[in-house]
């Protein structure tokens, strides 16, 4: 069963899943031991799947952070998800409902990548192309927030 104690781990580590477990202790108010028994605990029951690193795509050169929705022609829906992954411009793929079927996001060097990787998932469907101006950091626990980059 997760408990508020478990609640509060989480959100440390979505936060910095990098801190010792002395520093995740401190912050929610447990020893060591008992944090680091806690998170193999949400480990083992897969509350916790996987730790992560985010990356800035702006400082490796990723001028442009776009989503592109797709909709998929009939009958090419297998065929453009086995080579979606392919695209090395494509960060994440989801399938979802309503218009289109298919929700990419995607970064790119600049216009003309942009413009060649459009090109290519076209000969799949019909794209609609929304570009990222910035990211909306939103704190649950205050209801506020800040836009970054």
């Known amino acids: 069963m997760i408990d508020v104690l478990d609640l509060k781990i989480l959100k440390v580590l979505e936060k910095n899943s990098r801190l010792s477990f002395a520093e995740i202790g401190r912050l929610v108010g447990l020893s060591p031991s008992a944090t680091?028994?806690?998170?193999?605990?949400?480990?083992?029951?897969?509350?916790?799947?996987?730790?992560?690193?985010e990356i800035n795509s702006r400082l490796l050169g990723y001028d442009i952070e776009a989503f592109i929705s797709v909709k998929v022609f009939h009958g090419k829906l297998k065929s453009f998800l086995s080579v979606v992954g392919t695209y090395p411009e494509v960060k994440r793929a989801y399938r979802i409902t309503g218009g289109q079927n298919v929700q990419l996001e995607i970064i790119a060097k600049d216009r003309l990548q942009l413009q060649k990787l459009i090109d290519k998932i076209m000969e799949y469907g019909d794209t609609l192309t929304q570009l990222i101006?910035?990211?909306?950091?939103i704190d649950k626990e205050k209801t506020t927030y800040t836009i970054s980059k």
């Open 36 to 53: 680091r028994e806690r998170v193999q605990k949400l480990e083992e029951k897969g509350v916790i799947s996987n730790y992560t690193v």
């Open 133 to 137: 101006l910035s990211e909306v950091e």
